[in-house]
């Protein structure tokens, strides 16, 4: 089992700057991957931005350039530095995680943090 707690979001004028975190607990070292996701309403939830387990990143094209995504190990937390915010940033954005466990692979998501972004 994973657990995941999210913290960090909030309500930002447009051009500011927000760092989500994600505390991640228990099966540490089944996980393979990490990720951001976010869910505007009324649209599918998308992946923003991943880390893979030798530290590779992956972007979503809208956000290259203006998230990072980061992670400490000694701290077991991932972060999602978000800079030049949009008004389309506005979602909730859930922290998720892919590990691998004796049963198979399993997905793992947060509660979830709201990030509004004003215009």
Known sequence: QVQLVESGGGLVQAGGSL????AVSGSISSINA???YRQAPGK?????AAIIGGGSTNYADSVKGRFTISRNNAKNTVYLQMNSLKPEDTAVY???AEAWLSSGEYDY???????TVSS
């Open 34 to 36: 990490m990720g951001w």
């Open 109 to 115: 998501w947060g509660q979830g943090t709201q990030v």
């Open 19 to 22: 760092r989500l975190s994600c």
């Open 94 to 96: 859930y922290c998720h």
């Open 44 to 48: 599918q939830r998308e992946l923003a």
